[in-house]
């Protein structure tokens, strides 16, 4: 398959284009930092742009470098983001508030705008994967510009899987689950007077743990950008905790339903009386 995958260059980007390298797939990795060493290590399979995704400029230059070596891409995969402005959300500094947004909602949008020509061309059904998580399925105190812009990934995949229905073209999001990568680092630094005592105490449970699963997310992935996935679209899944491998025998259950989606639930949902 030919790939591209943002955020690259370290976390689980970085693990997901090792995987997926492994593996004999064609990927193009779009990272802020330099990625000479995978590109030694992997010379035929393994080719970067310098690209903030958070800008349109940038994304575009890389659409254009890509379109001038692959006739398709097979599947894209967005998985840079940043935590950015952390603390609470009255006294945040505004400008930084509007970046870290950026940084997580405009890049993941950016990224699927400028290749979705490309999917078009793709031989069997494009496949996008874009990373959520991080409190939107719920509040996440402190850390209101990284959950809005997860939250809003969320909704920005559902829409456009509505849009494109009839298309092939299918598009998830998927939260990783809670594992130790430099945003868990992040959070350490800060510590609790800037995170909070709850996040803060969370991180450090985490670390002390070893994390959640990275094969998890990473196998998530690999069976969501397969012919495996073909049809399933529009759904928030959570790699640790849902099914996932499993979803193509439960969609005629799932099909028509807000299952693996954002909903507002009334009293009427969960049976309950109301006057």
Aim: proline share 4%.
């Amino acid at each position: 398959m030919n790939i591209v995958l943002t955020g690259s260059s370290s976390g689980i980007g970085r693990a997901l284009c090792e995987r997926l390298l492994s593996k004999g797939h064609l990927v193009w990795g779009l990272a802020r930092s330099d990625q000479s060493e995978l590109a030694q290590k992997y010379p035929n399979l393994f080719r970067s742009s310098r690209c903030d995704v958070s800008s349109w400029e940038q994304v575009a230059a890389a659409v254009a470098s890509v379109s001038a070596q692959w006739s398709h891409v097979d599947a894209l995969v967005t998985c840079a983001g940043s935590q950015g402005e952390i603390g609470r959300a009255v006294t945040a500094d505004p400008s930084a508030w509007s970046l870290t947004v950026r940084a997580n909602l405009d890049a993941t949008y950016y990224s699927i705008r400028g290749f979705h020509p490309l999917l078009s061309l793709a031989p069997s059904r494009a496949k996008v994967v874009c990373f959520s998580g991080g409190g939107a399925s719920k509040s996440r105190p402190n850390f209101t510009a990284y959950a809005a812009a997860k939250t809003a990934i969320v909704r920005l995949v559902e829409t456009i899987a509505e849009e494109e229905k009839e298309s092939r073209l299918d598009i998830n999001a998927l939260a990783p689950g809670a594992i130790n990568t430099r945003l868990t680092e992040e959070v350490l630094t800060m510590g609790p007077e800037v995170v909070g005592a709850a996040e803060y105490d969370t991180a450090v449970r985490q670390k002390k743990s070893g994390g959640g699963s990275m094969d998890k997310a990473l196998d998530a992935v690999e069976w969501l950008i397969s012919r495996a996935s073909d049809g399933i679209s529009g759904r928030l899944l959570s790699a640790p905790w849902d099914p996932i491998a499993k979803l193509k025998d439960l969609m005629p259950t799932v099909e028509g339903k807000d299952i693996y989606m954002l909903r507002r639930t009334t009293p009427g949902d969960l049976g309950l009386k109301w006057s």
